[in-house]
């Protein structure tokens, strides 16, 4: 397969993950699925990022997904 294709492929895979974690916090349904409002969103959390607390900020939101996913996996575990 040739370089281009497979940065191609790559780089769907990466799109269809990120809107994935979109759709799993439920932010198309909380936003009635008003992409102005969700790019809004996702503008602001930039921005924060960017502030002088960006770091500690991306701590937190780390933090916060990691125990998502982990208790994502022992609910489904325990089915």
Not at 6 to 17: A, F, H, N, P, Y
Not at 40 to 67: H, I, M, N, S, Y
């Amino acid at each position: 397969m040739r370089e281009w294709q497979v940065k191609r492929r790559e780089r769907t895979r990466q799109l269809i993950e990120l809107g994935g974690l979109v759709v799993k916090a439920d932010l198309v349904e909380l936003m009635d699925d008003d992409r102005a409002a969700l790019y809004g969103a996702f503008l602001t959390v930039a921005a924060k990022l960017c502030w002088p607390d960006g770091e500690q900020a991306l701590v937190l939101f780390r933090r916060k997904g990691k125990r998502a996913f982990e208790a994502e996996q022992e609910a489904e575990s325990s089915r």
